[in-house]
Nanobody, 115 residues
């Protein structure tokens, strides 16, 4: 079982920045790809960014140039640096991780951006 714990969500004004963290299990777990998704009530969960163990990244078009995903393999932790935040970035942000072909999810952290 892989437990993921997100942190860093907050309420900010448009144009502000936040850094989300998602801490996974201890280093004995060789976690595969990790990613950030977001969800708004009544809408489908959407991809924000993913990163594999080699550091290769993928971003949703809506966040390219504003968000940066990174990870620390030794800590099985993934980060999301969010700059130039917009009201439409308001959502619950969830991280996920792959381990032996199974995808695990965290509980999520709320990000609210006011105009």
């Amino acid at each position: 079982q892989v437990r993921l714990v997100e942190s860093g969500g907050d309420s900010v004004q448009a144009g502000g920045s936040l850094r989300l963290s998602c801490e996974g299990p201890g280093s004995t777990y060789r976690i595969g790809a990790m990613g950030w998704y977001r969800q708004v009530p009544g809408k489908q969960r959407e991809l924000v960014a993913t990163i594999n163990r080699d550091g290769n990244t993928n971003y949703a078009d809506s966040v390219k140039g504003r968000f940066t995903i990174s990870r620390d393999n030794a800590k099985n932790t993934v980060y999301l640096q969010m700059n130039s935040l917009k009201p439409e970035d308001t959502a619950v942000y969830l991280c996920n991780a792959q381990w032996f072909g199974v995808i695990y999810w965290g509980q999520g952290t709320q990000v609210t951006v006011s105009s």
